[in-house]
């Protein structure tokens, strides 16, 4: 059962670049989830999906887009990269209902450097 | 706006010390999270907490709720040079994510 997996693992990318980080989940959870870890803070709501097909912003949603095409798959698209982007991204998935208060289950992270 | 304040934020401690972190949050929530963090790696859920009053113990690490207070606690016993590392609290936001509010973590130096 490999949970979370994210891809790649680290970028660098220059300043007005493009990309996408990949994130798929294999253990069939509605919510899917987009975080920044800047150093020495906690982790910050950038966009989640509460199932295919629907998205909405997080608290720092700009720059960012995502997309839900299928219920494993949330992509994070980074357009017209900036420094202020460099960051450690983690993507999560839980089922909803969370009933029994199941925690977030987190990706190994993708760590971005915009230069 | 919901905020979730640990103290300390960076704690060194030698081994076979007890010590407690310490978790504060702004607003009503139902559900708070303990989490791991090794360096350069991803969280590792720790603990969930339901209800006020609420205690869970996994070996050395214990948690515990106060909901009326907005307080939780993470307590180490005895510790060990393996429990080195950032633990982050989070509580639920609510709303239609349902996704968490995180602290800004406690880094945890524990020396022989």
């Known amino acids: 059962n490999a949970g979370v997996t994210q891809t790649p693992k680290f970028r660098i990318l220059k300043i007005g670049q493009s990309m996408t980080l990949q994130c798929t989940q294999d253990?069939?959870?509605?919510?899917m989830y987009w975080y920044r870890q800047d150093p020495g803070m906690g982790l910050k709501l950038i966009y989640y999906?509460?199932?295919?097909?629907?998205?909405d912003k997080g608290e720092v949603p700009n720059g960012y887009n995502v997309s839900r095409s299928t219920t494993e798959d949330f992509p994070l698209r980074l357009e017209l990269a900036a420094p202020s982007q460099t960051s450690v991204y983690f993507c999560?998935?839980?089922?909803?209902?969370?009933?029994?208060?199941?925690?977030?289950?987190f990706g190994n992270g993708t760590r971005l450097t915009v230069t | 706006e919901l905020k979730v304040e640990q103290n300390p934020l960076f704690l060194s401690m030698q081994e076979g010390k007890n010590y407690t972190i310490y978790c504060n949050y702004s607003?009503?929530?139902?559900?708070l999270y303990w989490y791991r963090q090794d360096p350069g790696k991803s969280l590792e859920s720790l603990f969930v907490?339901?209800?006020?009053?609420a205690v869970k113990q996994e070996g050395r690490l214990m948690a515990s709720l106060d909901t009326k207070a907005r307080l939780s606690t993470l307590h180490i016993t005895a510790a060990v040079h393996d429990l080195s590392a950032t633990y982050f609290c989070?509580?639920?936001?609510?709303?239609?994510?349902?996704?968490?509010?995180f602290g800004k973590g406690t880094h945890l130096i524990i020396q022989p």
């Open positions: 999560a998935s839980s089922y909803w209902p969370r009933q029994g208060g199941t925690p977030l289950h």
């Open positions: 253990m069939n959870h509605n919510y």
């Open positions: 999906s509460v199932g295919a097909g629907i998205t």
């Open positions: 607003t009503t929530s139902d559900r």
């Open positions: 907490l339901l209800s006020n009053g």
């Open positions: 989070a509580v639920n936001s609510g709303g239609g994510a349902d996704g968490l509010t």
